[in-house]
């Protein structure tokens, strides 16, 4: 179990545009879709990473919290299933429905968007304000598998929050951690070494 850190995405920067297919009802869904009048959660998952089993829970419970308010959240997974099957629109779907995922998950399977917003790792979430400027791109908080720290949000709810009624973000933000994204042969950006 290999750890990759998010790349930490300098904040400000505008969300990156796209539209993918929902894996649960097949709809092309793009940022404009799902941005919310406050913010937009963009979070990179896949099915069979241990860092997003640790943690689907707690993005479940996020997703169910934050449904009602004006904060669009969407889940994106863009590993190559040539490599790692696991990860197909199939096995997504399944993950969505048994974790009873209340936003659209779509799948990146060109990885395009996966370079465009820097994503390294699943879990990686970004977080962008009502102008669409990143303020937020850290972990969901300390806990990792086998760290024996709970699963709680903190870091992220705490971002979140901050959106939602209008205060600052903290910039003290800690990398996300977690399997590195599964690149098609050929496909990993430069900056992945």
């Known amino acids: 179990m290999a750890l990759t850190e998010s790349t930490m995405l300098e904040l400000g920067v505008e969300a990156p545009p796209f539209a993918l297919q929902d894996v649960v009802n097949g709809e092309t869904i793009s940022f ?21 089993i640790h943690v689907q829970k707690e993005l479940a419970k996020i997703g169910k919290d934050y449904q009602d308010k004006p904060i669009g959240i969407v889940a994106i997974s863009s590993n190559d299933v040539g490599t790692h099957p696991q990860d197909g629109p199939d096995k997504l779907r399944k993950q969505a429905q048994e974790q009873d995922f209340r936003s659209p998950y779509l799948f990146d399977e060109t990885q395009e968007v996966a370079k465009a917003y820097t994503a390294a790792c699943t879990p990686d979430f970004f977080l962008f304000d009502r102008d669409r400027r990143l303020v937020y791109r850290g972990q969901l908080d300390a806990s990792r598998p086998g760290n024996e720290t709970p699963v709680t949000g903190n870091d992220l709810r705490a971002a979140l929050d901050a ?31």
């Open 163 to 193: 959106v939602l009624y209008d205060t600052a973000v903290t910039a003290d933000q800690k990398p996300s951690a977690g399997c590195n994204i599964k690149w098609r042969p050929g496909a990993a950006p430069g900056y992945y070494g």
């Open 32 to 52: 404009d879709d799902v941005a919310g009048t406050k913010g937009t959660l963009v979070m990179f998952l896949c099915a069979h990473c241990p860092f997003v």
